[in-house]
């Protein structure tokens, strides 16, 4: 993938240096959705577990949608080739909370708890683009080019347990690149000379894995004070009896008699952003 986006830059690259024409620069935000793999499927498997084992209301969420920005320098040239390169950011997360009862060695317990991911991405990539013509003012723009993705995961789960008045709070940061590719289509319309209107539609696929870094459980008990933390924590994904699940270990991973398959979980990026801005021709 490395050697291939090299390649693609210095052809592209080559291409607009002999033909320049004019250069534009874009500005776009709008909105980015995400499947989410392992992620999310350990979010179901967690919500199964819940209606199973407990008495309990509320659910919590996957990572699927967000705000995003993006920001590009486009070299055109006469033959409505152009090459591009760009960058943004964009953010998902959403906040969920569950309570309810359940039932521990036969003692009757309440509990709340409360998910609050957060995925950080910065994507940087270079575009070819094709531009055609579709009326004086109007142009239909089609592209496509490797991409980049610095990735950061920040995970918080307050909770409390009336059983040994449990009141402790699990916090988990990482960080990851992942790399990948994106096509897509692009409207645009001169509004006036050297300004344009720009709707976006494109399709992005990545894949960020192998996260490690910072994993801490703070907090209190009728026992005492909580304090247990992890430079060297990973996110894992592992099946435990009837349930896919997510959680955070050290290298070793999960263990125990119901636990199997497990590995290093997958957040996948993969999924469709749609964006509208201006385009401004120097």
Avoid: C
């Avoid at 989410?36 to 199973?52: E, S």
């Avoid at 919590?60 to 320098?73: D, F, M, P, V």
């Avoid at 036969?106 to 009326?135: C, E, Q, W």
């Avoid at 209107?197 to 910072?214: E, P, Q």
Wanted: aromatic letters at 14%; charged letters at 15%.
């Amino acid at each position: 993938m490395r050697k291939t986006a090299v390649f693609l830059a210095i052809l592209l690259a080559a291409s607009a240096a002999a033909y320049p024409q004019l250069i534009s620069f874009k500005l776009t935000g709008g909105l980015t959705w995400i499947d989410g793999d392992d992620y999310n499927k350990g979010i179901a498997g967690q919500n199964k577990y819940l209606r199973d084992t407990t008495t309990s209301s509320g659910s919590y969420r996957e990572l699927t949608s967000g705000l995003n920005g993006l920001a590009e320098i486009v070299v055109h040239t006469r033959s409505g080739l152009a090459f591009g390169f760009g960058g943004g950011y964009y953010r998902l997360g959403h906040d969920s909370a569950v309570s309810g009862q359940g039932v521990a060695d036969g003692v009757s317990y309440d509990f709340t708890s409360t998910f609050k991911p957060r995925l950080s991405v910065i994507p940087l990539f270079m575009n070819l683009h094709y531009f055609l013509k579709l009326a004086p003012k109007a142009r239909l723009d089609i592209y496509a080019g490797p991409l980049f993705q610095v990735v950061q995961i920040t995970f918080e789960n307050p909770s409390t347990v009336s059983l040994n008045a449990v009141d402790q709070t699990v916090t988990y940061t990482a960080s990851q690149t992942a790399f990948g590719f994106q096509t897509g289509l692009g409207l645009g319309y001169d509004i006036m000379a050297g300004i344009g209107l720009i709707v976006d539609a494109s399709y992005r696929y990545g894949k960020a894995t192998n996260f490690m870094g910072n994993w801490a459980l703070l907090g209190t008990s009728a026992t005492g004070t909580i304090n247990k933390s992890s430079a060297e924590s990973y996110m894992w994904a592992y099946d435990s009896g009837n349930y896919f699940l997510v959680d955070y270990f050290d290298k070793n991973g999960p263990t125990g008699d119901s636990v199997s398959g497990a590995r290093k979980a997958d957040l996948r990026l993969s999924g469709i952003a749609l964006s509208a801005g201006i385009k401004i021709f120097f």
